[in-house]
């Protein structure tokens, strides 16, 4: 497995991006370095390192048989201390278990999997951390450990792999409508209801609609944790991923095409029928659409991510790493929730006893 590690030009200390300052950091001589600077630096290190074409060859046979890469679990050597580490199939940048030095996994994001672009972190691991215990700090009933320093230190930062697509289409809505008008003449009232066909053309532009990329994670926690601003969207460098973790797609364009398709013709066919303006009861008799240009935009997105095992289950907590939006609901203690009813409970006890015995 070919990796990538990104050294300080300095000391020679492993460097990781730095949200805060949007610039690469060396936690040993403290020295910060631009993004662009680390990427020429390691360009052509990034070209040659990472082409493994045994690799890239097995992961296009088992993406065209669509059969994702599972749960295997993958073997590489840290280039830092030399330890075997194992990873997931789907891992793309990680820490090393034993010296915690960053490493990218190179040959995993190059190629056909080399995505278009990435939205870099821009929210650090304690600004993540904070949110997290506000949102805790608002709940009673927490399970002991949950909001303790071993529990939120866990809290990872990972890119998530996503299909975005946008299109420009043309589509021809035809609906019905009516319009209704009343009057009174002598002792009669009248009502005319008269039915009218509509039509509606236009060109559209309909932008970044997105699906996941990743089976492997809950399908509601990766889509709720948007919006993004795309705006902040670099072209890809691998070495953004340093100090963070990376995951990799399974799930391949020609999956998600039919879904981001369906999508989008309903957002078109909104936008016209959206334009029908002083009818009543509009309906949709017919919608056609003609696609005339595709583009797709293969996009890691930061996600900060913290995991508690409750009653036997895992709770994910997801948080946008640009935003600080998060996702995930609170566990409840029913322990602590029961011993406060059973104070409740006994306090009530108490005040009936002593109304007992005042109106005794
Ligand atoms: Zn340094
Ligand atoms: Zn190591």
Redesign the pocket.
């Known amino acids: 497995m070919a990796t990538m590690e990104y050294k ?1 030009p ?4 492993p460097l990781s991006f730095n949200p805060d300052k949007q610039m690469f950091s ?1 936690q ?4 910060d370095f631009q993004p662009q600077q680390i990427q020429a630096m390691y360009a052509q290190n990034e070209q040659s390192e990472t082409y493994d074409e045994k690799e890239i060859k097995a992961q296009e046979r088992r993406a065209a048989r669509g059969e994702g890469d599972g749960d295997d679990l993958v073997g590489y050597t840290c280039p830092s201390c030399g330890a075997e580490v194992v990873t997931t199939a789907t891992t793309a940048a990680t820490n090393c278990f034993y010296c915690q030095s960053p490493v990218v996994l190179g040959s995993r994001l190059s190629d056909a999997f080399k995505p278009d672009r990435v939205v870099p972190f821009a929210l650090s691991k304690d600004k993540a951390v904070e949110t997290f215990l506000k949102l805790c700090g608002k709940k009673k009933f927490l399970p002991a450990g949950f909001t303790s320093k071993k529990q939120v230190e866990k809290m990872q930062g990972v890119y998530f792999p996503y299909w975005y697509l946008d299109e420009q289409l043309s589509g021809a809505l035809t609906a019905r409508g009516k319009k209704e008008r009343s009057w009174t003449q002598g002792n009669r009232r009248y009502t005319e209801t008269t039915i009218f066909r509509l039509f509606r053309a236009g060109d559209m532009q309909i932008m970044n609609v997105f699906e996941r990329a990743l089976k492997s994670n809950s399908r509601e926690m990766l889509q709720s944790v948007h919006p993004f601003d795309l705006s902040k969207a670099q072209p890809f460098a691998m070495s953004y991923l340093s100090g963070f973790s990376a995951e990799k797609r399974d799930i391949e364009q020609a999956e998600a095409a039919p879904i981001l398709d369906e999508r989008i013709k309903g957002y078109a066919e909104q936008l016209l029928k959206d334009t029908i303006n002083g009818y009543q009861g509009v309906t949709t008799e017919s919608f056609n659409h003609k696609v005339f240009n595709k583009r797709w935009n293969y996009t890691l997105l930061p996600v900060w991510i913290v995991t508690y095992k409750f009653n036997g289950e895992i709770l994910p907590y997801a948080i946008n790493g640009q935003t600080g939006k998060i996702y995930g609901s609170l566990p409840v203690a029913m322990g602590k929730l029961v011993l406060w009813a059973a104070i409740i409970a006994i306090l009530v006890f108490i005040v009936c006893l002593l109304g007992g015995m005042l109106f005794a």
Do not use: I, M, R
């Not at 300095?10 to 200390?13: R, T």
């Open positions: 300080c300095n000391c020679g200390g060396c040993y001589c403290l020295s």
